[in-house]
T-cell receptor
Framework: NAGVTQTPKFQVLKTGQSMTLQCAQDMNHEYMSWYRQDPGMGLRLIHYSVGAGITDQGEVPNGYNVSRSTTEDFPLRLLSAAPSQTSVYFC?????????????FGPGTRLTVT | AQTVTQSQPEMSVQEAETVTLSCTYDTSESDYYLFWYKQPPSRQMILVIRQEAYKQQNATENRFSVNFQKAAKSFSLKISDSQLGDAAMYFCAYRSSNSGAGSYQLTFGKGTKLSVIP
Protein backbone atom coordinates (compact mmCIF):
# COMPACT_ATOMS: atom_id res chain seq x y z
CA ASN A 1 0.00 0.00 0.00
CA ALA A 2 1.22 3.50 -0.82
CA GLY A 3 -0.94 4.94 2.01
CA VAL A 4 -1.83 8.60 1.52
CA THR A 5 -0.07 10.36 -1.33
CA GLN A 6 -0.01 14.07 -2.09
CA THR A 7 1.21 15.97 -5.10
CA PRO A 8 2.99 18.25 -5.56
CA LYS A 9 5.42 18.36 -2.63
CA PHE A 10 6.25 22.02 -3.22
CA GLN A 11 4.47 24.77 -5.13
CA VAL A 12 4.92 28.49 -5.63
CA LEU A 13 1.97 30.51 -6.86
CA LYS A 14 1.37 34.14 -7.66
CA THR A 15 -1.50 35.96 -6.02
CA GLY A 16 -4.70 35.30 -7.94
CA GLN A 17 -3.61 32.06 -9.55
CA SER A 18 -5.58 28.88 -9.03
CA MET A 19 -4.37 25.36 -8.52
CA THR A 20 -5.38 21.95 -7.25
CA LEU A 21 -3.56 19.97 -4.58
CA GLN A 22 -3.98 16.27 -5.21
CA CYS A 23 -4.59 13.64 -2.53
CA ALA A 24 -5.12 9.93 -2.99
CA GLN A 25 -5.33 6.92 -0.66
CA ASP A 26 -5.38 3.22 -1.42
CA MET A 27 -6.66 1.95 1.94
CA ASN A 28 -10.38 2.16 1.07
CA HIS A 29 -10.92 4.72 3.81
CA GLU A 30 -14.29 6.42 3.88
CA TYR A 31 -13.16 9.52 5.70
CA MET A 32 -10.71 12.01 4.19
CA SER A 33 -9.75 15.51 5.24
CA TRP A 34 -7.50 18.46 4.49
CA TYR A 35 -5.57 20.39 7.12
CA ARG A 36 -3.27 23.36 6.95
CA GLN A 37 -0.29 23.94 9.22
CA ASP A 38 1.03 27.41 9.87
CA PRO A 39 4.18 28.31 11.84
CA GLY A 40 3.67 28.06 15.58
CA MET A 41 0.29 26.45 15.19
CA GLY A 42 -1.09 22.99 15.07
CA LEU A 43 -3.02 21.63 12.13
CA ARG A 44 -6.41 23.17 11.37
CA LEU A 45 -9.17 21.43 9.44
CA ILE A 46 -10.13 22.98 6.09
CA HIS A 47 -12.63 20.52 4.58
CA TYR A 48 -13.55 16.90 5.09
CA SER A 49 -15.48 14.12 3.39
CA VAL A 50 -17.22 11.09 4.88
CA GLY A 51 -17.60 9.31 1.57
CA ALA A 52 -17.82 9.75 -2.18
CA GLY A 53 -20.13 12.64 -3.03
CA ILE A 54 -20.22 14.00 0.55
CA THR A 55 -18.11 16.94 1.70
CA ASP A 56 -18.36 19.55 4.42
CA GLN A 57 -16.48 22.53 5.83
CA GLY A 58 -14.04 22.45 8.67
CA GLU A 59 -12.61 25.25 10.77
CA VAL A 60 -10.93 27.32 8.02
CA PRO A 61 -12.74 26.67 4.69
CA ASN A 62 -12.65 30.12 3.08
CA GLY A 63 -10.78 30.26 -0.23
CA TYR A 64 -10.80 26.49 -0.74
CA ASN A 65 -13.03 24.11 -2.62
CA VAL A 66 -13.23 20.30 -2.52
CA SER A 67 -15.06 17.47 -4.22
CA ARG A 68 -15.03 13.69 -3.76
CA SER A 69 -16.05 11.77 -6.83
CA THR A 70 -14.29 8.55 -5.80
CA THR A 71 -13.35 6.91 -2.51
CA GLU A 72 -9.66 7.21 -3.38
CA ASP A 73 -9.29 10.87 -4.35
CA PHE A 74 -9.93 14.10 -2.50
CA PRO A 75 -8.47 17.14 -4.31
CA LEU A 76 -8.24 20.59 -2.73
CA ARG A 77 -8.70 23.59 -5.02
CA LEU A 78 -7.44 27.07 -4.38
CA LEU A 79 -9.69 29.31 -6.42
CA SER A 80 -7.68 32.55 -6.27
CA ALA A 81 -4.51 32.19 -4.24
CA ALA A 82 -3.70 34.77 -1.57
CA PRO A 83 -0.51 35.23 0.51
CA SER A 84 -2.52 34.20 3.60
CA GLN A 85 -2.78 30.73 2.06
CA THR A 86 0.97 30.22 2.29
CA SER A 87 1.13 27.13 4.45
CA VAL A 88 1.86 23.42 4.56
CA TYR A 89 -1.16 21.34 3.56
CA PHE A 90 -1.81 17.83 4.81
CA CYS A 91 -4.32 15.34 3.56
CA UNK A 92 -5.45 12.59 5.93
CA UNK A 93 -7.71 9.55 5.81
CA UNK A 94 -9.18 7.05 8.25
CA UNK A 95 -11.77 4.30 8.45
CA UNK A 96 -14.22 6.07 10.71
CA UNK A 97 -14.78 9.47 12.13
CA UNK A 98 -15.64 9.85 15.77
CA UNK A 99 -13.42 6.99 16.77
CA UNK A 100 -9.95 6.22 17.93
CA UNK A 101 -9.07 4.88 14.52
CA UNK A 102 -5.82 6.37 13.39
CA UNK A 103 -5.83 9.12 10.83
CA UNK A 104 -3.11 8.47 8.25
CA PHE A 105 -1.45 11.62 6.99
CA GLY A 106 0.15 12.30 3.64
CA PRO A 107 3.65 13.83 3.43
CA GLY A 108 2.34 17.37 2.99
CA THR A 109 2.52 20.06 0.31
CA ARG A 110 4.43 23.24 1.04
CA LEU A 111 2.67 26.10 -0.76
CA THR A 112 4.05 29.61 -1.09
CA VAL A 113 1.91 32.41 -2.51
CA THR A 114 3.80 35.54 -3.53
CA ALA B 1 -15.63 24.13 20.91
CA GLN B 2 -12.77 22.07 22.19
CA THR B 3 -9.34 23.58 22.72
CA VAL B 4 -5.98 21.93 23.23
CA THR B 5 -3.11 23.71 24.96
CA GLN B 6 0.55 22.78 24.96
CA SER B 7 2.29 25.20 27.28
CA GLN B 8 5.87 24.20 26.46
CA PRO B 9 6.93 25.52 23.04
CA GLU B 10 10.36 23.89 23.37
CA MET B 11 11.95 21.28 25.57
CA SER B 12 15.25 19.43 25.64
CA VAL B 13 16.37 16.14 27.14
CA GLN B 14 19.66 14.30 27.45
CA GLU B 15 19.93 11.10 25.52
CA ALA B 16 18.78 8.10 27.61
CA GLU B 17 16.92 10.35 30.05
CA THR B 18 13.18 10.76 30.54
CA VAL B 19 11.10 13.75 29.48
CA THR B 20 7.44 14.65 29.94
CA LEU B 21 5.49 16.83 27.53
CA SER B 22 2.39 18.56 28.85
CA CYS B 23 -1.04 18.90 27.28
CA THR B 24 -4.30 20.21 28.66
CA TYR B 25 -7.62 20.39 26.91
CA ASP B 26 -11.01 21.88 27.40
CA THR B 27 -14.22 20.04 26.56
CA SER B 28 -17.74 19.59 27.85
CA GLU B 29 -17.95 16.06 26.47
CA SER B 30 -17.56 12.95 28.57
CA ASP B 31 -16.35 10.62 25.84
CA TYR B 32 -13.58 11.47 23.43
CA TYR B 33 -10.15 10.41 22.18
CA LEU B 34 -6.73 11.92 22.74
CA PHE B 35 -3.64 11.45 20.63
CA TRP B 36 0.02 12.37 20.52
CA TYR B 37 1.53 12.86 17.07
CA LYS B 38 5.20 13.22 16.24
CA GLN B 39 6.37 15.39 13.36
CA PRO B 40 10.08 14.98 12.51
CA PRO B 41 11.84 17.36 10.10
CA SER B 42 10.52 15.25 7.22
CA ARG B 43 7.08 16.80 8.02
CA GLN B 44 5.40 13.38 8.18
CA MET B 45 2.76 13.17 10.93
CA ILE B 46 3.26 9.96 12.90
CA LEU B 47 0.84 8.66 15.52
CA VAL B 48 2.72 7.96 18.75
CA ILE B 49 -0.04 6.95 21.15
CA ARG B 50 -3.79 7.19 21.64
CA GLN B 51 -6.08 7.19 24.68
CA GLU B 52 -9.82 6.57 24.92
CA ALA B 53 -11.36 8.78 27.59
CA TYR B 54 -13.58 5.98 28.90
CA LYS B 55 -10.53 3.90 29.75
CA GLN B 56 -8.95 4.69 33.08
CA GLN B 57 -5.79 2.80 32.30
CA ASN B 58 -3.03 4.93 30.85
CA ALA B 59 -1.91 3.93 27.35
CA THR B 60 1.64 2.76 26.74
CA GLU B 61 3.60 2.05 23.57
CA ASN B 62 7.12 0.82 24.23
CA ARG B 63 9.09 3.84 25.55
CA PHE B 64 6.07 6.13 25.28
CA SER B 65 3.40 6.40 27.94
CA VAL B 66 0.75 8.88 28.93
CA ASN B 67 -0.57 10.25 32.19
CA PHE B 68 -4.27 10.80 31.55
CA GLN B 69 -6.05 12.78 34.25
CA LYS B 70 -9.64 13.11 33.07
CA ALA B 71 -10.89 15.29 35.89
CA ALA B 72 -8.00 17.69 35.42
CA LYS B 73 -8.28 17.46 31.62
CA SER B 74 -4.61 16.72 31.37
CA PHE B 75 -2.86 14.36 28.97
CA SER B 76 0.92 14.34 29.27
CA LEU B 77 3.37 12.25 27.25
CA LYS B 78 6.36 10.60 28.90
CA ILE B 79 9.27 9.47 26.77
CA SER B 80 11.65 7.13 28.54
CA ASP B 81 15.23 6.34 27.49
CA SER B 82 15.18 9.21 24.99
CA GLN B 83 16.88 8.59 21.68
CA LEU B 84 18.25 10.97 19.05
CA GLY B 85 15.45 9.89 16.74
CA ASP B 86 12.89 11.22 19.21
CA ALA B 87 13.83 14.79 18.30
CA ALA B 88 10.76 16.27 16.63
CA MET B 89 7.68 18.42 17.08
CA TYR B 90 5.07 16.71 19.21
CA PHE B 91 1.41 17.56 18.88
CA CYS B 92 -1.38 16.71 21.27
CA ALA B 93 -4.76 16.24 19.58
CA TYR B 94 -8.40 15.76 20.59
CA ARG B 95 -11.21 14.02 18.74
CA SER B 96 -14.85 13.86 19.77
CA SER B 97 -16.61 10.51 19.85
CA ASN B 98 -20.05 12.02 19.35
CA SER B 99 -21.79 11.76 16.00
CA GLY B 100 -21.84 15.10 14.28
CA ALA B 101 -19.43 17.58 12.78
CA GLY B 102 -17.08 17.61 15.77
CA SER B 103 -16.29 13.93 15.42
CA TYR B 104 -14.69 14.48 12.04
CA GLN B 105 -12.08 16.89 13.31
CA LEU B 106 -8.82 16.45 15.10
CA THR B 107 -8.17 19.55 17.20
CA PHE B 108 -4.44 20.09 17.65
CA GLY B 109 -2.33 21.97 20.15
CA LYS B 110 0.41 24.26 18.89
CA GLY B 111 3.11 21.71 19.47
CA THR B 112 6.25 21.21 21.56
CA LYS B 113 9.64 21.07 19.87
CA LEU B 114 11.74 18.39 21.54
CA SER B 115 15.52 18.41 21.21
CA VAL B 116 17.60 15.43 22.28
CA ILE B 117 21.13 16.23 23.45
CA PRO B 118 23.76 13.54 22.81
Amino acid sequence: NAGVTQTPKFQVLKTGQSMTLQCAQDMNHEYMSWYRQDPGMGLRLIHYSVGAGITDQGEVPNGYNVSRSTTEDFPLRLLSAAPSQTSVYFCASSYYAGSSYEQYFGPGTRLTVT
Amino acid sequence: AQTVTQSQPEMSVQEAETVTLSCTYDTSESDYYLFWYKQPPSRQMILVIRQEAYKQQNATENRFSVNFQKAAKSFSLKISDSQLGDAAMYFCAYRSSNSGAGSYQLTFGKGTKLSVIP
